[in-house]
């Protein structure tokens, strides 16, 4: 389900957002430092770098993969 709302913007579901805290959480516990969070309004995808080696895509539904 997208959202939009006036001017065509794509917002960050619920879904993602709790998603998107359990792994920054994970990535910390594991002393690993969030370097760059990044919400695609594109298409709604969240963008999440754990230093250089480390990248993670969020879907809209909370689902989310290894990107490396």
Do not use: H
């Amino acid at each position: 389900m997208i959202i939009c709302f006036r001017g065509g913007l794509i917002l960050p579901t619920a879904e993602q957002g709790i998603m998107c805290i359990v792994l920054c959480q994970y990535l910390t516990n594991f002393y690993r430092s969030v370097d760059l969070l990044r919400f695609d309004e594109r298409d709604g995808t969240v963008y999440i770098f754990g230093g250089e080696e480390l990248q993670i895509k969020l879907y809209r539904d909370g689902t989310w993969e290894f990107l490396l």
